[in-house]
């Protein structure tokens, strides 16, 4: 709500705009020295607006709506065209060091919420946001995070890395599970106990109740699990599997 705030305050920032704003560019790495985040944190030449306030920093940082920043930028009279098609911008704490060269502003994904350990990550949690530079495992695809399990909380606006998830647990130790074998014609299932957990393409030991046989089956699904042939064939296309909770 702060962040609403100051960014309305923006548009009394100025009181009469030119009707063709100046043209500016959004910095190659966009770090704020205090607590306010301005104009003049943002972009390369923002002039006098250069202190017109945009949005509050209470952590190490503030994921910001570009459109919002595009807007309360006109409203100080400064025009950013946002060429690169930008919806988020990240800005970071502390002071760039003098000389330093710039890092470059790239695209990563971040959560558009807070989620709990094990909660499954769906399309909506995730936006795209610019950040000065990219941790070393964050993926470049959502598929590679959308039906994953988070392994820990993690906060919105932060960062995904390929540590934060991982395949999402459908099959319980004790559950019961209906175990499929379909080949040449034949099909055959039984329901038996799992005796381990797993996601989707793990392999979790299930144990037939009647002779109390433990087979080694790859789990497909919530309760579910195939031998044989087609287990095979998902160990293959397991890296592509993914489940969504709906």
């Not at 100046?22 to 030449?45: H, N, W, Y």
């Not at 820990?152 to 999402?168: F, H, I, S, W």
């Not at 392999?203 to 089956?217: D, F, G, L, Y």
Request: charged share 15%.
């Amino acid at each position: 709500m702060r962040a609403l705030a100051l960014l309305a305050a923006a548009a009394l920032a100025v009181a009469a705009p030119a009707l063709a704003g100046t043209a500016v560019t959004l910095k190659a790495d966009t770090v704020s020295a205090d607590a306010v985040v301005t104009l003049g944190d943002l972009f390369d030449g923002a002039g006098p607006a250069a202190n017109v306030p945009v949005a509050s920093r209470s952590g190490a940082s503030v994921v910001l709506n570009a459109r919002a920043v595009q807007l309360a930028a006109a409203r100080a009279g400064l025009d950013w065209a946002n060429a690169e098609g930008l919806r988020k911008i990240v800005v970071h704490g502390g002071a760039a060091a003098p000389g330093a060269p710039a890092r470059g502003n790239v695209e990563v994904l971040t959560y558009a919420r807070s989620l709990a350990a094990g909660e499954i990550v769906q399309p909506t949690d995730l936006v795209w946001a610019k950040v000065a530079a990219a941790p070393a495992d964050a993926p470049g695809d959502a598929d590679a995070v959308i039906g994953q399990a988070a392994k820990r909380p993690v906060r919105a606006g932060a960062v995904v890395q390929a540590r934060d998830v991982g395949a999402a647990i459908v099959v319980k130790s004790g559950d019961l599970v209906v175990v499929a074998y379909d080949a040449d014609g034949v099909s055959l299932a039984m329901q038996g106990k799992a005796l381990g957990q797993g996601g989707v393409g793990d392999v979790v030991p299930v144990q037939n109740p009647t002779s109390k046989k433990t087979i080694q089956a790859i789990v497909t699904g919530p309760g579910q699990a195939i031998v044989g042939p087609a287990a095979d064939q998902l160990k293959l296309t397991r890296p592509s599997v993914r489940y969504a909770a709906r």
